[in-house]
């Protein structure tokens, strides 16, 4: 079974400034999808940023990027010049390649962006 | 993407009484997943709904508690039965990315459904 560990709840991080949100995961896959999902007070869950298990080269989309460490299972997310719409709920996910796979989540950060 | 919508956003029921959530997606998809997620909590997995055949439920969920239909590719409904405040949550759909053909990996979420549950 996998497992994915978020250990920091809750974080805050003053508007401009970059903050990282920390995730590790349990597998014995070699093969699976990282994402990073954010649900922000709307309640819709939104995927900020996904890595494939086989890339080396860690995955950016705008300010936001990710450090994949395969064989420590690290998966953190680094968010570069915070906006206050970045305020929300974010959740680490794992997926195994595979049809049949189900999305496993972890227990989320609530990430808070002051002025 | 694909491009969810999901009814009713919201609603207050009573004791005792069974409410049916609605999710209809923009295009046909294989595999659509009904989520729990409690208050402050993560997302818990009900069931895999697939076009044709019965839901999967996961461990902890029952067909007779949280009936699933999947009439075709794009629509599918989940009816939280007999509901006690317990079952106060936000229940959300889902579907996997790729379409009839692949798994990209990645869920795509309607907006969800809050139920109070007096």
């Known amino acids: 079974a996998q497992t994915v560990t978020q250990s920091q709840p809750e974080m805050s991080v003053q508007e401009a400034e970059t903050v990282t949100l920390s995730c590790t995961y349990d597998t014995s896959e070699s093969n699976y999808y990282l994402f990073w999902y954010k649900q922000p007070p709307s309640r819709q869950m939104i995927l900020v940023i996904r890595q494939e298990a086989y890339k080396q080269q860690n995955a950016t989309e705008n300010r936001f990027s990710v450090n994949f460490q395969k064989a420590a299972k690290s998966f953190s997310l680094k968010i570069s010049d915070s906006q206050l719409g970045d305020t929300a709920m974010y959740f680490c996910?794992?997926?195994?390649?595979?049809?049949?796979?189900?999305?496993?989540f972890g227990t989320g950060t609530r990430l808070q962006v002051t002025l | 993407s694909a491009v969810i919508s999901q009814k009713p956003s919201r609603d207050i029921c009573q004791r005792g009484t069974s409410l049916t959530i609605q999710c209809q997606v923009d295009s046909q998809v294989t595999m659509m997943f009904w989520y729990r997620q409690q208050p402050g909590q993560s997302l818990t997995l009900i069931a895999t709904?697939?076009?044709?055949?019965?839901?999967?439920?996961e461990s902890g969920f029952v067909i007779d508690k949280f009936p699933i239909s999947r009439p075709n590719l794009t629509f599918s409904t989940l009816t939280v039965s007999n509901m006690s405040p317990e079952d106060s949550s936000i229940y959300l759909c889902?579907?996997?990315?790729?379409?009839?053909?692949?798994?990209?990996?990645?869920?795509?979420f309607g907006e969800g459904s809050r139920l109070t549950v007096l």
């Open positions: 889902s579907v996997a990315g790729g379409g009839l053909f692949s798994n990209t990996g990645e869920l795509f």
């Open positions: 709904a697939n076009q044709g055949s019965e839901a999967t439920y």
């Open positions: 996910a794992f997926i195994p390649y595979g049809t049949a796979s189900k999305l496993t």
